[in-house]
């Protein structure tokens, strides 16, 4: 059985989806945009800051579900310019424990929703 997963600190949906899945031990979170839900606005006055916004967007809704960074397994990051790759990757890092971080795609794009620089989904682990 499924059970979505629902925080009030990461944006809401805007379309027919969920912030988040969790199914058995697994967790599926929906892309993460740079949007501060507090404040509705996007926070995007630079790649690293977008980035920051991205992560803890994704940190509370694993949060919401009972889960960390520590336990996500894999995660597929979008970008709009393959040239901002460093510049993400130095922010993202420091979400995760280099030895024990998840698997990774990371991939540009033509264009992401509201035309960011960046969106990034999970996979990860939950107890039941």
Do not use: W
């Not at 397994?73 to 979008?78: H, N, P, T």
């Not at 990034?120 to 939950?126: E, G, N, P």
Request: hydrophobic fraction near 40%; charge should be negative.
């Amino acid at each position: 059985m499924k059970k979505i997963i629902f925080t009030e600190k990461a944006p809401a949906p805007i379309g027919p989806y969920n912030q988040a899945i969790a199914h058995g031990n697994t967790l599926y979170v929906s892309g993460q945009i740079a949007i501060d839900a507090s404040s509705g606005q996007l926070i995007n006055e630079s790649i690293e800051a977008e980035t920051e916004m991205v992560m803890k967007n994704l940190g509370y809704i694993l949060e919401a579900a009972g889960t960390s960074f520590e336990n996500v397994l894999k995660c597929s990051v979008f970008v709009s310019d393959m040239n901002d790759y460093a510049r993400i990757n130095q922010v993202y890092g420091t979400f995760f424990n280099e030895n024990t971080a998840p698997c990774r795609a990371l991939v540009e794009v033509a264009n992401l929703p509201k035309f960011v620089n960046v969106e990034i989904s999970c996979i990860a682990h939950v107890d039941s």
